[in-house]
């Protein structure tokens, strides 16, 4: 018995699953946009199911939350269908988040940009979390591999994951693919990036969607410098607009200015310095403070809020954050300046 318990913990399955007669499939809960037509879909890992029903729990407790509170509908949410152009829809989101061009391209680099972005999509009602592991265990990691990111649609709680164990640059384009989904209110887990044309419908149009949202084709034809070095030019695009190279990559491919070869063998190498980037940038930094991006600022606040105030039990708020003592909920309180 100590043994298959020891074995139980190391794959992370209830022991009682051992004693059945035929292992457990277990499928994804949402839709699953990582397949490809005519192939068989990827099995869920055990980590990402648990991030996945982790996430699911955080947006029911958020959902009551807003309930409660008597938060308003999302209208955005569903908003869209595929039939609608991704220009129009890109404007819509912009206009929703209330982020201006030009405003933009005054910040200083491309991850303030970021930042502001998640702000502003959290600002306007969905809850963001960016993270690597499951939940607080460094031992599980997030494979790339696997998936980049997912969307649970939801009027009045709805959520998207980043597989933080992806460059930053990646994320951006994360971000606003998932984003993209709600728009659509379609649940569904990805694995799409710029670099890649999807066979899947769904992901080509939300792709689309995305680089519109982030670089607007018809800014950035007015803005090509043909005279230039290829990439010269994708790293001035990325300066002027406030995104990763490899977004602007995918959107000189989208304006002719490059084809699909050497959109991929570039979104390779750009991929690549923007990994190593992030090794050399490292983690760490305020542990309170970072709660707030793998849980979400907003949910994080929220929940501590209400823990603090005596609605929620600290047993309920230590397992929706991962963490095991008051006094972490109590500084984290500080650090995200949450009062009861």
């Known amino acids: 018995m100590a043994q298959l318990e020891k074995f139980a913990h190391a794959v992370h399955v209830p022991i009682g699953y051992l004693f059945l007669p035929a292992p457990v499939q277990e499928t994804l809960p949402i839709a699953d946009f990582r397949t490809v037509p005519g192939h ?126 992806d460059s930053k640059a990646a994320q951006m384009f994360t971000l606003a693919h998932e984003l993209a989904h709600l728009w659509l209110g379609k649940s569904g887990i990805s694995n799409t990036e710029a670099g890649r044309l ?59 200015f490059i084809d699909k070869d050497q959109l991929w063998q570039l979104y390779r190498t750009e991929l690549a310095h923007a990994q190593a980037r992030d090794q050399r940038s490292g983690g760490g930094g305020d542990f309170y403070l970072s709660l707030g991006a793998r849980a979400s600022r907003r949910f994080t606040r929220a929940l501590l809020a209400s823990t603090l105030e005596g609605q929620t039990l600290f047993r309920d708020a230590f397992r929706l954050l991962g963490v095991k003592k008051s006094e972490t909920l109590f500084r984290a309180a500080r650090a995200l300046e949450v009062t009861p």
């Open 198 to 256: 999807p066979e899947q419908r769904t992901e080509r149009w939300c792709n689309a969607v995305a680089a519109e949202f982030l670089m607007p084709l018809q800014a950035t034809c007015e803005a090509y410098r043909p005279g230039l070095p290829l990439t010269d030019e994708m790293t001035r695009l990325a300066r002027l607009f406030k995104v990763s190279t490899l977004v602007a990559l995918r959107r000189l491919f989208d304006a002719g």
């Open 40 to 165: 068989a879909s990827l099995r869920p890992s055990p980590d990402l199911l648990d991030a996945l029903y982790l996430c699911q729990q955080r947006q029911d407790w958020y959902r009551d939350y807003a309930r409660i509170n008597a938060f308003a509908q999302l209208d955005f949410i569903g908003s869209a269908t595929m039939a609608g152009e991704p220009v129009a829809v890109a404007e819509s989101m912009r206009h929703i988040l209330g982020l201006i061009l030009a405003e933009r391209q005054q910040l200083p680099g491309w991850e303030d940009a970021l930042r502001q972005l998640v702000a502003k999509v959290e600002d306007a009602g969905v809850l963001v979390m960016a993270s690597g592991i499951v939940g607080s265990d460094t031992h599980r990691t997030l494979r790339v591999e696997e998936f980049r990111g997912f969307a649970l649609a939801d009027e009045l709680a709805p959520l998207i994951f980043i597989n933080g164990a």
